[in-house]
Nanobody
């Protein structure tokens, strides 16, 4: 069983930053790739960022240059930071962890609302 637990959502003002955490079961953390997705109201789920077990990262164009995905191996946690937020970043953010391209495991999601 693999557990995935996000935290860190909430209300953020435009121009601010979000920092989300995703804690993953220790026994798979070092061999699983982790993605952050988001789903805005009325829109399809979007891949935001990915980090491999070795720390290789990729980002969606929508957050490129203002985001960072990182790993904390000690605490088996993946972090996502996005800066310079706008209302377009309002969404439920989901953490997804997988072994290669195999079916993976989703977290429950955390809501981020960007509003003044």
């Amino acid at each position: 069983q693999v557990q995935v637990m996000e935290s860190g959502g909430g209300l953020v003002q435009p121009g601010g930053s979000l920092r989300l955490s995703c804690q993953i079961s220790r026994h798979v953390f070092n061999i699983y790739t982790t993605d952050w997705f988001r789903q805005a109201p009325g829109k399809q789920r979007e891949l935001v960022a990915t980090i491999s077990p070795r720390g290789r990262t990729t980002y969606a164009d929508s957050v490129w240059g203002r985001s960072d995905i990182s790993r904390d191996d000690t605490n088996h946690t993946v972090w996502l930071r996005i800066d310079n937020l706008s209302p377009d970043d309002t969404a439920i953010y989901y953490c997804y962890t997988r072994f290669g391209e195999s079916k993976g495991y989703w977290g429950q999601g955390t809501l981020v609302t960007v509003s003044s």
